[in-house]
């Protein structure tokens, strides 16, 4: 009972410090889901196309990015683009944007290999019938993938894309080694102040699941309505 009054305490006197944290990780989050979508379906479609070199290419890369560690990928874009001559710009009026920037660049790079294996999956698992249907009917290529093929590939992929999300929101925690003000930032911040560590933990790692727990519930409405649409 004491441990619970405990982390209220620390939510009651430190609880803004910790929202604040919430909204940096969920900016991040959702830049890096955006940008790592756009950027798995480029590769996904580089991957299967028949074009050899970017065939290629987005295997390699896609092998590279899944092969290396998350924190070595953020590390070597932050601190080793800048020693090339590659500097992420600072903006006055928005603090750290630089580390903003270089946390969602490292972050949707990462994500965007896992997320190219996911719609790639979500294509193959589509009828080959379709794509015959919509070549008979006099659609291109481009015009089949996008308007007959993808579409139905989304419905297949939402809970992997969901659960990509929540990964991202859980795995954002590791920007705040390059000092990027995110909730797990501001958690060590509280623990280097008071010295209370258990409870401080516990106290973020509610916040996560209750993040993760809702992004969950989200995802799993838009596939019943997806669902029921299809019905």
Same mark, same amino acid.
């Given at each position: 009972?004491?441990?619970?009054? @405990?982390?209220?305490?620390?939510?009651?006197?430190?609880?803004?410090?910790?929202?604040?944290? %919430?909204?940096? !990780?969920?900016? *991040?989050?959702?830049?890096?889901?955006?940008?790592g979508t756009v950027l798995g379906t480029?590769?996904?479609?580089?991957?299967?196309?028949?074009?050899?070199? $970017?065939?290629?290419?987005?295997?390699a890369y896609i092998e590279f990015i @899944?092969?290396?560690?998350?924190?070595? =990928?953020?590390?070597?874009?932050?601190?080793?683009?800048?020693? *090339?001559? #590659?500097?992420?710009?600072?903006?006055?009026?928005?603090?750290?944007?630089?580390?903003?920037?270089?946390?969602?660049?490292?972050?949707?790079?990462?994500?965007?290999?896992?997320?190219a294996e996911i719609i790639r999956s979500?294509? =193959?698992?589509?009828? %080959?019938? =379709?794509?015959?249907?919509? @070549?008979?009917?006099?659609?291109?290529?481009?015009?089949?993938? @996008?308007?007959? %093929?993808?579409?139905?590939?989304?419905?297949?992929?939402?809970?992997?894309?969901?659960?990509?999300?929540? !990964?991202? *929101?859980?795995?954002?925690?590791?920007?705040?080694?390059?000092? #990027?003000?995110?909730?797990?930032? =501001?958690?060590?911040?509280?623990?280097?102040?008071?010295?209370?560590?258990?409870?401080?933990?516990?106290? $973020?790692?509610?916040?996560?699941?209750?993040?993760?727990?809702?992004?969950?519930?989200?995802?799993?409405?838009?596939?019943?309505?997806?669902?029921?649409?299809?019905?």
């Amino acid at each position: 009972m004491i441990f619970f009054e @405990r982390m209220v305490k620390i939510f009651m006197k430190y609880g803004g410090f910790l929202l604040n944290g %919430v909204g940096n !990780t969920l900016i *991040i989050a959702l830049f890096t889901v955006l940008f790592g979508t756009v950027l798995g379906t480029l590769l996904a479609i580089m991957k299967m196309g028949r074009f050899t070199p $970017t065939r290629w290419f987005a295997c390699a890369y896609i092998e590279f990015i @899944r092969g290396t560690p998350l924190m070595v =990928q953020l590390m070597f874009i932050f601190y080793g683009l800048p020693m *090339i001559g #590659i500097e992420f710009p600072d903006i006055s009026f928005i603090p750290n944007f630089s580390r903003f920037l270089a946390g969602i660049v490292a972050m949707s790079l990462n994500s965007g290999a896992y997320v190219a294996e996911i719609i790639r999956s979500g294509i =193959q698992a589509v009828d %080959v019938g =379709q794509t015959e249907a919509a @070549r008979s009917l006099g659609f291109k290529h481009s015009e089949t993938l @996008r308007l007959v %093929v993808l579409p139905q590939a989304i419905k297949n992929i939402l809970p992997a894309l969901g659960n990509e999300f929540v !990964t991202v *929101i859980k795995e954002s925690s590791i920007v705040s080694i390059i000092g #990027i003000s995110d909730l797990m930032y =501001q958690a060590n911040g509280i623990m280097a102040g008071t010295f209370i560590y258990l409870e401080t933990l516990a106290l $973020t790692a509610v916040i996560y699941f209750i993040m993760t727990f809702t992004t969950s519930r989200l995802i799993s409405l838009a596939e019943r309505k997806m669902s029921n649409g299809k019905k």
